[in-house]
């Protein structure tokens, strides 16, 4: 830190100073009455957020009462302190120079005055120059307590280069001063943020966001208080990349077979995705085909692949613990062993997809010269050895528990091949199997929306998730939307292939299920299913209530079959469905919730007006017929809920269509 030069201004008495120094300025209102300034001691210059220190000694025949002291930019005060005099003799303050962003050096006014009891004043101005600190360094200070050195790299820029996860909350400190920096006014600055806007004189944190946990910089400028970085993470279903090293990047999380795991931050079209593990939809969208469990996912971002590892627990799976196989070998690799030989090392190791029980897959394609075994877990250690099979293909070449290139019958190096490997026979009994992969190109009878091909969840069922925007016209291919119910509240039929999305813009679960011919929408906030505390939904759950009709698909609360209201404004909900036809045994009773099962609800209390000549209200909120009312099987009733005015003011309406 650049020590302050202090000069010593010897004064000589008011009298004097009044007849031969301007910078003395004497009141007119009270001539020779305030007290006298001597020996005054002040710095030629003072940093931005230090306090700049003062003495000077007062004579007076009158007892003194005060003495201000100030600082001034141009016209404005922007600092000041008063001490409390009662005799004669030396007196010394501080006055703090505030710290702002963007001033650039200049000069600051200094004023004291100098008050006796009888109101007499004497006052003294005095110019002093003013800078920016340009410290060393500056240290981030995160949340858990951990310090990170941010060197100077040029005029207030500083920058921390190093391994960091993928959000850090943190703000910023100078040096600490000493005790001798100290005592010449030197004060540690912090820098935080207030609101949205980083500021100084706070320690609250400032939210650094990367792309990537792994190694990158963080940087700060104490002059314009720019900093970075701040940039929309990637995450993929929902949990943010760590890094590996500097080009592979880590996921680790349990996943549903069946799973749509979205990327955020970046696109699938990027990237080789391994087909033993994952299925692509669309750019956003790929779907998990193993067995359900814990994996690690990789994403290699210089070779372009994701592929995925089986996990349990904290540690990679293996075959005693019943999750993985695991392959090793030369000629082999992936996305391909052209790019990425595993050539026998143990790190590159490829885990089998677990597909039902006992039985892994993977997908290869081959070099020339290939030599490849199946191992216990991920290295070396126990393996399927010459005993191990009671079955292995006849175009490989099997050597103690080695395959190898057939002499007689071997693959063709330009196709990929899916092995298959069966332990349901226990030791010794392994099956291993090889076919080649047809390569068909796009499935034209694959069933798409907007163009993006649905995944089949389940024996029936085919899914998408992706954003929709309010008013697209979506193509609908391998459905014909004459044979399906048409969902009124979500879309508007422009033809048999074509529909017209009605609701607000957002991400959406589109799900066909053919034995109802209903395409099921549901809305969702990132890869789970939206809630009316995100803003993003409002549910329907009950008895008598159902779609495409209340008979054949009653939700008879079932909360699997739970409907999602169309968000048609912001806090405004519409559903359209049938009612069960009325009778002593079957009686409509519907309610909503704020998500698609029990949990959160709207009560009798919320509701400021409802429908009451179509139905009843109960004490708990649910909806029920009236008597005496005709309700049509044939017809359909919109009902609308607005929470606009709040949850206590929640206005329904309903009408007959």
Known sequence: MKKLKYTIIALLSLLAISACNDEIKDPTLNPGEGPEFSDLVLPETVHYGDSLVYQVTLNDNKPLSTLTAQIYFGQDEISKTVVRTKSNGTYSGKVLVPYFKDIPDGTLTFKLTAQNIEFGTTVQENEISVERADYEYLTLVSEDGREY?????????????????????????SPEPSEEELALGVNQITWGKNGD??????????????TLAGEYDITFNSKTYEAAPFESPISMGGIGLQAVNNTLYKVELNIEKGQILSAEGFTYDDFWIDPDFFEYNNTSNITFLAISGKYRILIDKDLKYITAEAMNGDELSTFADGGSVWLIGWGIGK?????????????????MAKIDDNL???????????DFKFFYQKGWGGEFGADSYSSTPSNLLFDGGNFKASTTNP??????YILTLNTAGGDGNAVLEIEEK????????????????????NTTD???ETNIDQDHEISVTGINLDDVFVDSDYFEKIDSNTLKFLPMSGKYRITYEPNIKFLRVEAMNGDELSTYADGGSLWLMGYGVGKPDAESNNINWDTNQGLCMAKIAENVFQITTKLLPVSEENKFDFKFFHQKGWGGELGGAAYSSYQNDLVSSTDS????????????????????????GGLDSVVMTMEEL
Request: aromatic share 12%; proline share 3%.
């Open 360 to 370: 892994y897959q993977i997908t290869l394609t081959f070099l020339e010269g290939y």
């Open 149 to 173: 050195r941010m060197d100077r790299t040029d005029q207030y820029q500083y920058i921390y280069h190093g391994i960091l996860p993928q959000r850090v909350n943190a703000y910023i400190v």
């Open 621 to 644: 909120g649910n909806f029920q017929p009236l008597d005496g009312i005709n309700y049509s099987e044939s017809s359909f009733y919109r009902i609308t809920v607005d929470i606009t």
């Open 411 to 416: 693959l063709d190096l330009t196709k990929e």
């Open 335 to 351: 996305p391909n062993p052209s790019l990425n030989n595993i050539n026998w090392s143990t790190d590159k190791g490829l885990c």
């Open 438 to 457: 047809s390569s068909t190109g796009d499935d034209t009878d694959a069933l798409k929306f907007d163009g993006m091909k649905m995944t089949k969840i």
């Open 197 to 210: 806007e980083i500021t100084s004189g706070v320690t609250n944190s400032i939210n650094f966001i990367n």
């Open 462 to 464: 085919y899914r998408i």
